[in-house]
């Protein structure tokens, strides 16, 4: 079933679930992709959800959508090795195996119950084109990265990357020892003439913070504050090896952790959460690419986010509720779009969960099971911008694409 931009109910929510709140027993009325009533109220075609949770759309902040096509690809080696492996291997990706990754990735995180994704690689116009097919909100860029394309090149085609309903333009940065002081100068010129935001890694390794400081005499985000990056809208992912006072930097910047990838590719390092969410610094959560995850399941990421900062910082300051608004109101709040929060007037961005599928179900724990025991094969159904598809229609969706791998990778 489809639902598209008319009123409708979901009937009998059995939990409405939010960071700081739960809502039992409850309708949702949706007309034209907004929240217009949480309560009683019945409107329009009616959908019985007694057995579903409802929560918000996830939030994958970070990802690298054609790489499902290099999962298992190159597993076992540390970040500069894997890099080099993965460089090698695209110099000759072809363009339509590249497109079909993007499709079969924004297949899985729809399947997932994620609702916008950000990107971050070479092909953002097929992006743009799957964004409106499937509907699913998108956001990536052309991809400054200086061994591969001239920087004024990429700054062109920027300039000519136009949004649509479901895709908004971002400036994307490989990092800060992959461009040139130049580049990052070009990323700001087009950052403050187009109000995009750049997106960028940063602070992943510590041999990278000893490079920059070598070579600049500062760490890579002071680097970015000295260029005036930091000035506008940033977001910066990783961020596992970051100085203290470097955190009063990035009252304007979005931080994005990916803490699976960071395990994966033993990046090290200690990213604060729990210190940078007290300073008001905007946490988001992403997968990182299907090739350092293997997955694009947000749940799993949710839980191996408390887990690691407790791991590392021994102690259990980073509650489940943390990393829930991380991945959903924190998510939006990247997007500068209301939704992330189930509330009337915000976007009708929602997941729906099959609630007979977690036990044993009380109030007092649910929260705590879709953070420690939630995985994405718990979701329904998911609805972005008031559009609503089932599960087992994306799934099906996924088994035709998957079936195109093999046919490319033969002719």
Known sequence: ???????????????????????????????????????????????????????PGLVNAHTHTPMSILRGYYDDAELSEWLNKIWEFEKNFDKK????????????????????????????????????IYKIRAFAGFTFLDSLNDPYFIDELQRNLTP??????????????????????????????????????????RKEIYEIK?????????????????????????????????????KNATVTY????????????????????????????????????????LFIEMK??????????WNT???????????????YKLLDLPGGYIKQGNIADLVLLDKNKIYPLFRDRLLSHLVYYATGSLVKGIIINGVLRWRKELENLLLEKITQIYELLNS
């Open 1 to 55: 079933m489809e639902i598209y931009n008319n009123t409708y109910t979901l009937k009998n929510c059995s939990f409405i679930v939010n960071y700081d709140s739960i809502i039992e027993n409850n309708n949702i009325v949706i007309e034209n992709g907004i929240i217009k009533n949480i309560g009683k109220e019945v409107e329009g075609d009616e959908i019985d959800c007694s057995d579903f949770i409802v929560i």
């Open 258 to 297: 990916c803490p699976t990838s960071n395990m994966k590719l033993a990046t090290g390092g200690s990213f604060p959460l729990y210190d940078m969410f007290n300073k008001g610094v905007n946490i988001t959560l992403g997968t990182d690419g299907p090739a350092s995850n293997n997955s694009l399941d």
């Open 97 to 132: 195996l590249m497109r079909l990754g993007s499709e079969i990735s924004i297949l899985e995180m729809l399947i997932n119950g994620i609702t916008a994704f950000v990107d971050m690689y070479f092909n953002p116009l097929d992006v743009k084109e799957l964004a409106e």
């Open 214 to 250: 070598k070579k600049y005499g500062v760490f890579p985000i002071e680097y970015l504050n000295h260029l005036g990056l930091l000035n506008r809208k940033i977001q910066l992912v990783h961020v596992g090896w970051i100085a203290s006072w470097e955190i009063d930097l990035l």
């Open 317 to 331: 300051d980073v509650k489940a509720w943390h990393l829930f608004k991380i991945a959903t109101l924190n998510g």
């Open 304 to 313: 191996y986010g408390v887990l690691l900062q407790r791991q590392m910082y």
């Open 164 to 205: 649509t309903t479901y895709f908004k333009p971002i400036i994307n940065v490989h990092s800060v020892y992959t461009v040139s002081e130049n580049t990052l100068k070009l990323a700001k010129q087009l950052q403050e003439e187009l109000n995009e935001w750049v997106h960028i890694h940063v602070s992943e390794t």
